[in-house]
């Protein structure tokens, strides 16, 4: 069974920096791609930033200069480097990753900047 493990999230104050890792287990092969998305209270999901297999990546506009997405080669682990962070960056980050055939989500991981 596949499963999708976020870890890292924690409060923070305003300007901070955190670090969010996501492990995938229970596949053998590589995912197309991960990424992460979130969601803050009374809004919809929308997405963070993504890293393809090959490392290519995208990031919303929003945390383009200040987020960076990795992923090592060849793994099913995924980080989210945040720096520079607003309160608007509050919200609950979920994992995700796909293969050709299926999509998969963490749980989430809670993210809460003051400030």
């Known amino acids: 069974q596949v499963q999708l493990v976020e870890s890292g999230g924690d409060l923070v104050q305003a300007g901070g920096s955190l670090t969010l890792a996501c492990v995938g287990t229970?596949?053998?092969?590589?995912?197309?791609?991960m990424g992460w998305y979130r969601q803050a209270p009374g809004k919809q999901r929308e997405l963070v930033a993504t890293?393809?297999?090959?490392?290519?990546?995208n990031y919303a506009d929003s945390v383009k200069a200040r987020f960076t997405i990795s992923r090592p080669i060849a793994s099913n682990i995924v980080y989210l480097q945040m720096n520079s962070l607003e309160p608007e960056d509050t919200a609950i980050y979920f994992c995700?990753?796909?293969?050709?055939?299926?999509?998969?989500w963490g749980q989430g991981t809670q993210v809460t900047v003051s400030s």
């Open positions: 229970g596949i053998t092969t590589s995912f197309n791609a």
């Open positions: 890293i393809t297999h090959d490392g290519r990546t």
């Open positions: 995700n990753a796909y293969t050709s055939l299926n999509d998969y």
